[in-house]
């Protein structure tokens, strides 16, 4: 295991719900990332946060609203998902918010909540 | 703008012989290229990463990536492909050192068979 947990692992919505997808690391990193993986397309990066703090959102819709209380933990709210929507979120942490790749650092990665949109 | 692409959707070998999944770039500077594995119901799990200016790259569970100068390319190789190496593969680069992203390819669906 990479020390990075999701829960759920499978989640089915309707458009009007809300909910929640939670993400959390044991490796004491500062950042950490939501990514949407959809079949057949590049991972995008949706959000990044370094030591709480939002660093990144890569015009994402407003229906997806992040939260990182503490560098542990990081959440993803959704609110009147569209059923395009659906995909495989990806947590992910790294030591720091700017990866020195040459140094060793890298980017650890949960394993996804299965977000299914009706 | 940075491109990455994975022209294979899906590679098939047979248990035992040499595999190679392939991935091209376009990105200026001098960018670090990464490959990641994911099995079913599993993260991205992190393979190996190659510099510029490196030439063989030993990763985990005996894969290699050797840049190929004519396109550029840093494909990703085991000489003997084993059924438990059947996954999803990607590669991801970056632009320079102090980043905060990859860019991802779309994949490469692996199946080796017995």
């Known amino acids: 295991e990479t020390g990075v947990t999701q829960t759920p692992r499978h989640l089915v919505m309707g458009m009007t719900n809300k909910k929640s997808l939670k993400c959390e690391q044991h490796l004491g990193h500062n950042a950490m990332y939501w990514y949407k993986q959809s079949a057949k397309k590049p991972l995008e990066l949706m959000f990044v946060?370094?030591?709480?703090?939002?660093?990144e959102n890569n015009s994402v819709p407003s229906r997806f609203s992040p939260e990182c209380p503490n560098s542990s933990h990081l959440f993803l709210h959704l609110h009147t998902l569209q059923p395009e929507d659906s995909a495989l979120y990806l947590c992910?942490?790294?030591?720091?918010?700017?990866?020195?790749?040459?140094?060793?650092?890298?980017?650890?990665f949960g394993p996804g909540t299965r977000l299914t949109v009706l | 703008a940075q491109s990455v692409a994975q022209p294979e959707d899906q590679v098939n070998v047979a248990e035992g012989n040499p595999l190679t999944v392939k991935c091209t770039y376009s990105v200026s500077g001098n960018p670090y290229l990464f490959w990641y594995v994911q099995y079913p119901n599993r993260g991205l799990q992190f393979l190996l990463k190659?510099?510029?200016?490196?030439?063989l790259v030993k990763g985990s569970y005996g894969f290699e990536a050797e840049f190929n100068k004519s396109q550029p390319s840093v494909p990703l190789k085991k000489p003997s492909a084993l059924v438990s190496d059947s996954a999803l593969y990607f590669c991801a680069v970056s632009p320079q050192t102090g980043a905060n992203n990859l860019f991802f390819g779309t994949g490469t669906r692996l199946t080796v068979i017995p």
């Open positions: 946060y370094s030591l709480e703090e939002r660093v």
């Open positions: 190659y510099i510029t200016g490196d030439n």
């Open positions: 992910a942490s790294s030591q720091e918010g700017l990866i020195r790749w040459d140094s060793g650092d890298t980017q650890y």
